[in-house]
């Protein structure tokens, strides 16, 4: 956007020169050149309008599953979703989700029997990998998993602060807390120091994906975790996930709670 | 928002005219006022944005399905909502689900047996409510069967442009087509009516609750419907709805088209 605004402003110069130079005789340079500006500037505002609506809409999309697999966010919604993700757009989307899935929570009766059970995913559900994406152009870039390895291996990842609260209150609610993430069980140790940094604490399971789960779509893996945990006589009463593939599936959870994300896809 | 406005201006007017008599005595009233002014301006926009991504934040809550059955539209909410569905939002938002659906429906081999089908509901996604939502508070009032039985009697509801679209696109590839909506068996003459009124044609399937689905979930009574359709060997390819009710549940679609409905919620 930024480009196109330099080039149409860059096009305003000329408009104002050719204007400027054809006009000079009447003595009016200056009412013109405000007229264009006005002009020019009501078009810019249009332009960012509709690509702000465009970018809306993508990102609904997004969140409403309503897209096939996608690789990369399109290129004219990186400013977006960096302003999104910086300015008060997520926090305020991840406080609302935390409100529901909180009031949920506190609205069921437990078993107590010990098997009442609420699933978290890792990456962008309990730790943000914002300060990786915000290097990597917010989604714009492939993902580049050697080099997103490398960031893991720092164990450096922040606390989504909502997730940490939901998390805490499940577990003083009596919930069995199980984590249940796409990482490889290459990277248990880096992942365990990274939930531990960032607050994260005494969770019930650490469910990371074995050899044999490798080349597994993530609905595919995440459905026979949560089978196997149901088969072990659990009841999956909560699961928060920022994929739709941490949510959907078979034997999915009583109720699920999108967090957002519109920098990364995962099928 | 307006009552809101309206108040803030009216404390500001005490703001300003309480400064003005403290600092009379320093004649500097002018700066004083324009001071106030600009502070109040910055205030009031800053309110205005917060509630913008509140309602955002909300909206988006609702298409992703984090929130519990709720009723009516949250009341700060009613400017915002009426903005979106009035002005662009609404059907820019229309038109990515429709151009989606397309590619996807355009992207599959059928069998062409007669047996590949692509279900549609009825109300805000085939024929829109729009004006007596218009004129019923955007989903502020709580939802009146008696008042809005007497509006689907009408029949109206002009279609939704780009599932007319949609729906021309997916008969023409060879796909039938199922039309499974909410409404009674006894609403069946006025829903044929309004739907050729709006363009409908040569639907295979018109599929209303009858005596023994009132009473059921819209998700049980049409996942219920879904499951007899795959029964018959129908194969569900796709399926457009507003409703999660009409996506989830059991017997779901290959894939699923949620459009946006911010005005309510069927469970």
């Given at each position: 956007?930024?480009?196109?605004?330099?080039?149409?402003?860059?096009?305003?110069?000329?408009?104002?020169?050719?204007?400027?130079?054809?006009?000079?005789?009447?003595?009016?340079?200056?009412?013109?050149?405000?007229?264009?500006?006005?002009?020019?500037?009501?078009?810019?505002?249009?332009?960012?309008?509709?690509?702000?609506?465009?970018?809306?809409?993508?990102?609904?999309?997004?969140?409403?599953?309503?897209?096939?697999?996608?690789?990369?966010?399109?290129?004219?919604?990186?400013?977006?979703?960096?302003?999104?993700?910086?300015?008060?757009?997520?926090?305020?989307?991840?406080?609302?989700?935390?409100?529901?899935?909180?009031?949920?929570?506190?609205?069921?009766?437990?078993?107590?029997?010990?098997?009442?059970?609420?699933?978290?995913d890792v990456d962008?559900?309990l730790?943000?990998?914002?300060?990786?994406?915000?290097?990597?152009?917010?989604?714009?870039?492939?993902?580049?998993?050697?080099?997103?390895?490398?960031?893991?291996?720092?164990?450096?990842?922040?606390?989504?602060?909502?997730?940490?609260?939901?998390?805490?209150?499940?577990?003083?609610?009596?919930?069995?807390?199980?984590?249940?993430t796409?990482?490889?069980?290459?990277?248990?140790?880096?992942?365990?120091?990274?939930?531990?940094?960032?607050?994260?604490?005494?969770?019930?399971?650490?469910?990371?994906?074995?050899?044999?789960?490798?080349?597994?779509?993530?609905?595919?893996?995440?459905?026979?975790?949560?089978?196997?945990?149901?088969?072990?006589?659990?009841?999956?009463?909560?699961?928060?996930?920022?994929?739709?593939?941490?949510?959907?599936?078979?034997?999915?959870?009583?109720?699920?709670?999108?967090?957002?994300?519109?920098?990364?896809?995962?099928?």
């Amino acid at each position: 956007m930024n480009y196109l605004l330099g080039f149409l402003l860059f096009l305003s110069l000329f408009s104002i020169s050719s204007a400027h130079e054809k006009f000079d005789s009447h003595l009016l340079p200056r009412p013109l050149i405000l007229e264009y500006t006005e002009t020019l500037e009501t078009q810019l505002k249009q332009l960012d309008e509709d690509q702000q609506l465009r970018c809306t809409s993508w990102r609904f999309a997004v969140e409403a599953n309503n897209l096939s697999p996608w690789k990369t966010i399109p290129s004219e919604c990186v400013d977006y979703v960096k302003d999104y993700m910086m300015r008060k757009g997520y926090s305020v989307d991840l406080e609302m989700v935390y409100k529901e899935a909180g009031t949920y929570a506190r609205s069921i009766e437990l078993v107590g029997d010990g098997k009442d059970v609420w699933v978290f995913d890792v990456d962008e559900t309990l730790l943000s990998n914002l300060p990786y994406y915000a290097d990597h152009g917010y989604g714009l870039e492939v993902f580049d998993s050697h080099e997103f390895d490398k960031w893991v291996e720092k164990a450096i990842a922040p606390a989504i602060e909502s997730s940490l609260k939901l998390y805490e209150e499940v577990q003083g609610l009596g919930f069995k807390v199980f984590l249940l993430t796409g990482r490889s069980e290459r990277q248990r140790s880096v992942t365990v120091e990274n939930l531990k940094n960032a607050g994260f604490q005494n969770w019930d399971k650490l469910v990371l994906r074995a050899l044999e789960d490798h080349g597994k779509t993530a609905t595919i893996y995440k459905s026979e975790k949560r089978s196997e945990m149901v088969n072990e006589g659990y009841r999956i009463l909560g699961n928060s996930g920022d994929q739709w593939s941490d949510l959907l599936g078979s034997t999915v959870s009583k109720r699920s709670f999108k967090l957002p994300n519109p920098m990364y896809y995962i099928p």
